[in-house]
DNA sequence: ATACGAGTTAAAGTTCAGTTCAAGTCAAGC
DNA sequence: GCTTGACTTGAACTGAACTTTAACTCGTAT
């Protein structure tokens, strides 16, 4: 009852390349194989999706990876892992504030009268980046 | 009274590279020179704020650059922008509720008894990301 | 007049997250 | 036994957003 990567492809709305691609980089594990081809378990798809909803949300490939790397019970990285999601969190409250700004901005300029949307002086945000 | 690059990258807050490279790309347009060097009117803060915003917020150079593009008289390019305003309008509506989603999840997860977070059936969100 | 610090350029390099390519393997159907 | 289609590999390529490099030009201070 396993699936082939094209299936796993399929349902999971990604291509076969990405699919290799997370297995080399290590978000998803290296299932059994018949044959040299991979063979996946349909709970895989579960895993896939939290990997792409981290992706979307600005996790780079070392944060999911550490991310989905379990809860081990040894103490240092689950430690790293908390500390990790503490950062995360912070960094998605931060992003959500921006994109609630530029919401904002984009909502009003559609009443502005303003030939140039710097020429409004109200979206004179305080500079609140995330460091480059 | 004219600022030059370097003095506009710690204003802003990034590199003069940067700024050469917003200006090659079209986000800010080329300043007046004094001997080739390059002299900014204050005002060029604001519109890098803007860009930042918008970068940050996910937009493309090419985005950022038809966004800032102004509210031209010409009935074309007015009307590509609302389209861009209404279609990354609605990719930030995407992108906060992922966001959402992700911050849920890290915060469920320092409670969770679950050894992997793909065990815990409730983050199995509905398939919703934006096309590749 | 020469050394300096800050500016200039074009071109090449970097990182990230994959995709594409070339050459090959495998099981099934004709 | 040969074609077909889905798979395999490693390596090279891509595009986005910058950065770095190398060679050069200024204005100013010593």
Same mark, same amino acid.
């Given at each position: 009852?396993?699936?082939? *990567?094209?299936?796993?492809?399929?349902? $999971? &709305? =990604?291509?076969? @390349?990405?699919?290799?691609?997370?297995?080399?980089? &290590?978000? =998803?594990?290296? #299932?059994?194989?018949?044959?040299?081809?991979?063979? +996946?378990? @349909?709970?895989?798809?579960?895993?896939?999706? *939290?990997?792409?909803?981290?992706?979307?949300? &600005? !996790?780079?490939?070392?944060?999911?990876?550490? !991310?989905?790397? &379990? +809860?081990? =019970?040894?103490?240092? #990285?689950?430690?790293?892992?908390? $500390?990790?999601?503490?950062?995360?969190?912070?960094e998605l409250d931060a992003q959500m504030t921006r994109l609630a700004q530029?919401?904002? *901005?984009?909502?009003? @300029? !559609?009443? /502005?009268? /303003?030939?140039?949307?710097?020429? /409004?002086?109200? +979206?004179?945000? #305080?500079?609140?980046?995330?460091?480059?």
């Open positions: 009852m396993g699936l082939l *990567i094209g299936e796993v492809a399929r349902r $999971a &709305g =990604l291509s076969t @390349s990405a699919l290799r691609y997370y297995e080399k980089v &290590g978000l =998803l594990p290296p #299932p059994t194989r018949v044959s040299k081809r991979r063979i +996946y378990d @349909s709970k895989v798809i579960g895993r896939i999706r *939290i990997i792409l909803l981290a992706l979307d949300a &600005g !996790f780079t490939v070392k944060e999911t990876r550490t !991310f989905l790397s &379990g +809860y081990p =019970l040894s103490t240092t #990285p689950a430690e790293r892992w908390r $500390a990790l999601a503490a950062k995360k969190l912070a530029m919401k904002s *901005i984009l909502n009003d @300029s !559609f009443q /502005c009268r /303003c030939m140039r949307i710097e020429d /409004c002086e109200k +979206y004179m945000p #305080p500079s609140n980046r995330t460091a480059q």
